[in-house]
């Protein structure tokens, strides 16, 4: 899951949704406003969205 980037700039790079990148890869242009990137890596190949977490939440517990 990517956030902070511009929506679609990822085709400007030739990249496509679930494609396997590499270090030195460009992902996409980041929003100006917000100024930097959230990466967060699942291994369930189906999920399409994030988990919330509301403050104060204790963290849930790491798959085994």
Known sequence: MLGGFHPG???EF???V???I???HKLGRVLGSYGM???ETYGD???KAN???ARRQ???PRPA
């Open 58 to 60: 204790p963290h849930p």
């Open 45 to 47: 190949k189906d999920r």
């Open 18 to 20: 679930g494609q396997a």
């Open 9 to 11: 700039t990822h085709h």
């Open 51 to 53: 988990s919330g977490m």
């Open 22 to 24: 590499q270090k030195g």
């Open 14 to 16: 030739g990249l496509t």
């Open 37 to 39: 990137i959230h990466l």
